[in-house]
């Protein structure tokens, strides 16, 4: 499943893959997402595109400010 929402994503990453959303996690995601020269990103938008891209790194800041807000 391809998550098409934050809270879809939240239940791909927690749930599904057993993934807990530590502020390390979520900081070391985003500098690799942000980064288009990064071989993870470019192999992620080559995957599921830059629209999908751009979302993912929209959730990964949703998820950091989350963690900020604790």
Same mark, same amino acid.
């Given at each position: 499943?391809i &998550?098409?929402?934050?809270?879809? =994503?939240?239940?791909?990453?927690?749930?599904h893959c057993?993934?807990q +959303?530590?502020t390390?996690?979520?900081?070391? /995601?985003l500098?690799? +997402? +942000?980064?288009?020269?990064? &071989?993870k990103t470019?192999t992620f938008?080559?995957?599921?595109?830059?629209?999908h891209?751009?979302?993912t790194?929209e =959730?990964f800041?949703?998820?950091?400010d989350?963690?900020?807000d /604790?």
């Amino acid at each position: 499943m391809i &998550p098409t929402n934050y809270a879809q =994503w939240r239940e791909c990453i927690e749930v599904h893959c057993k993934i807990q +959303l530590t502020t390390t996690f979520v900081e070391e /995601r985003l500098t690799e +997402l +942000l980064d288009a020269d990064h &071989p993870k990103t470019a192999t992620f938008e080559e995957l599921y595109g830059a629209d999908h891209l751009r979302r993912t790194i929209e =959730w990964f800041r949703r998820a950091a400010d989350e963690l900020s807000d /604790r």
